[in-house]
């Protein structure tokens, strides 16, 4: 069964710093995998797809990597503001139209 | 802003009551899927309708059911509630079916908090 994990749970920085999030899957049989935004109480926003064939894709301040053979992804956020203060979640999509969530971390940019 | 929507915001109900809960998908988009999300949790695949036919379920029991209709609108059923089925329930659409499809769209959730 497929199991995404995300390191770490809670990140606390000062703003302006550069930052890494990290995720983990289990399962590399994968099709795509996404990185989301959720503010407290609210829905999902996507901010990054990868593709299971590529490696990477950028956003703006937003870069995600993606490697499949070793079930990881992180995503790299430059010069974090405090409106980047949100949970981070990572979801990876199998063959059952079956997005598996990570727990998320926690992130606090402090002015 | 996504475009999808979803009723209610908040809800209050009673061990053992039924619940509907509702969604407004994008126009044009023929996919929606479900998701529960217990306090602290990552979101969880209950399951997807595609062209108002169930595609894929995750691990829940048959007391969660749900309907699509052809204006882009679903719901989501819940029999015989139980304590442990308070969260947030997130409804996501997209534009296709199948296992490859693109960014899903996620509404803002409703919440349910069962006494």
């Known amino acids: 069964k497929q199991e995404v994990t995300q390191i770490p749970a809670a990140l606390s920085v000062p703003e302006g710093e550069n930052l890494v999030l990290n995720c983990s899957f289990t399962d590399s049989a994968i099709y795509n995998l996404q990185w989301f935004r959720q503010d407290p109480g609210k829905g999902l926003t996507s901010l990054l797809l990868?593709?299971?064939?590529?490696r990477e894709q950028t956003s703006g301040r937003l870069n995600a990597s993606l490697d499949k053979s070793s079930g990881r992804s992180t995503l790299y956020i430059a010069a974090s503001q405090p409106g980047d203060s949100a949970t981070y979640l990572c979801a990876v999509l199998t063959g059952a139209n079956n997005l598996f969530f990570g727990t998320g971390t926690r992130l606090t940019v402090i002015p | 802003e996504t475009g999808v929507t979803q009723s209610p915001t908040h809800l209050i109900k009673t061990r053992g009551q039924q619940v509907t809960l509702r969604c407004s998908s994008q126009?044009?988009?023929?996919?929606v899927s479900w998701y529960q999300q217990a306090l602290g949790q990552g979101p969880q695949f209950i399951f997807q309708y595609y062209r108002e036919e169930e595609n894929g379920r995750g691990n829940f029991p048959p007391r969660f059911s749900g309907l699509q209709f052809p204006n882009y609108s679903s719901e989501l059923n819940v029999n015989a509630l139980e304590l442990d089925d308070s969260a947030l329930y997130l409804c996501?659409?997209?534009?296709?079916?199948?296992?490859?499809?693109?960014?899903?769209?996620f509404g803002p959730g409703t919440r349910l908090t069962v006494l």
């Open positions: 126009s044009g988009h023929n996919t």
């Open positions: 990868i593709q299971s064939s590529q």
């Open positions: 996501a659409s997209s534009p296709s079916g199948g296992a490859n499809f693109v960014t899903q769209y």
